[in-house]
C-alpha cells in the first residue's frame, strides 16, 4: 500500500504561472512533511519542508499548503520559470523515523 | 553546499554476482542512508544507519543485501548475490540529525545494471 501518494503525475505550466502539487498521506502520525527536488541524473535536494502543527510554510516562490484534518497537502510554486522542471517529491516520516517518499510529479515549464 | 559522493556512477554485472556500492558521506553527519529508484520514479526507502547499527530497514532490504561503515571510512552497500530485480539507481543520503526531522543531503547515485 502506498503511503504517500503524489498527484498528477506530470504537469506542464507556461512560464509565469503557478504550478499546484498535490500530495496525499495514509499515516495520521505523520508529522514531518519536506519537499525534495530532482534534476535529471542528480539526487534530490531538499526545497522545503513543513511540520504537522503548521498549514502554511512559504519559502521565496514555494508554498506548501497543509491540511491535518484531509491528510493531504500541496506544494506552490509561484511565477514558474524554465529552471523550475524537475521531479518533485513530497516525503512524509513520522517521530523520526524514515522519510517515506512518494511517487513524484515531474514538471516541464513552457518559455 | 555539503557533498555526498558516490562510487561507482555506474555498474553492470551479471546475475548472480557480488556488488558493492560505496558512499562518502558528509563529514560530520550520523546518520546514513541507502534508497532504491527505478526509472526515476519513486524513491524508495531500504536502510538507515547510525552509530554502526542498522536502525531501520524496509521489506525491499533483502537478506542479500548488507551496510557496513568500517572505521568511519565509506558508507557501503553489498548485494550478494544479485537478482534481476537489483536493477536500479541506489542513492545514499546522509543527515546530521535523524532523516525525520533533519535534512537529508542525496548523492547522485550509483546506477546498477544486472543482467
Known amino acids: 500500500q502506498q503511503q504517500v501518494r503524489q498527484s498528477p503525475q506530470s504537469l506542464t505550466v507556461w512560464e509565469g504561472e503557478t504550478a499546484i502539487l498535490n500530495c496525499s498521506y495514509e499515516n495520521s502520525a505523520f508529522d514531518y512533511f519536506p519537499w525534495y527536488q530532482q534534476f535529471p541524473g542528480e539526487g534530490p535536494a531538499l526545497l522545503i519542508a513543513i511540520r504537522s502543527v503548521s498549514d502554511k510554510k512559504e519559502d521565496g516562490g514555494f508554498t506548501i499548503f497543509f491540511n491535518k484534518r484531509e491528510k493531504n497537502l500541496s506544494l506552490h510554486i509561484k511565477d514558474s520559470q524554465p529552471g523550475d522542471s524537475a521531479t518533485y517529491f513530497c516525503?512524509?516520516?513520522?517521530?523520526?523515523?524514515?522519510?517515506?517518499f512518494g511517487t513524484g510529479t515531474t514538471v516541464s515549464v513552457s518559455p | 553546499g555539503p557533498k555526498v559522493l558516490q562510487i561507482p556512477s555506474h555498474q553492470i554485472i551479471d546475475m548472480g554476482q557480488m556488488v558493492t556500492l560505496n558512499c562518502d558521506p558528509v563529514s560530520n553527519h550520523l546518520y546514513f542512508y541507502w534508497y532504491k529508484q527505478i526509472l526515476g520514479q519513486q524513491m524508495e526507502f531500504l536502510v538507515n544507519f547510525y552509530n554502526g547499527k542498522v536502525m531501520e530497514k524496509s521489506k525491499l532490504f533483502k537478506d542479500q543485501f548488507s551496510v557496513e561503515r568500517p572505521d568511519g571510512s565509506y558508507f557501503t552497500l553489498k548485494i550478494q548475490p544479485t537478482a534481476l530485480e537489483d536493477s536500479a539507481v541506489y542513492f545514499c543520503?546522509?543527515?546530521?540529525?535523524?532523516?525525520?526531522?533533519?535534512?537529508?543531503?542525496f548523492g547522485e547515485g550509483s546506477k546498477l545494471t544486472v543482467l
Open positions: 516525503a512524509a516520516s513520522e517521530g523520526g523515523r524514515a522519510l517515506i
Open positions: 543520503a546522509s543527515s546530521l540529525r535523524t532523516g525525520g526531522t533533519g535534512q537529508l543531503y
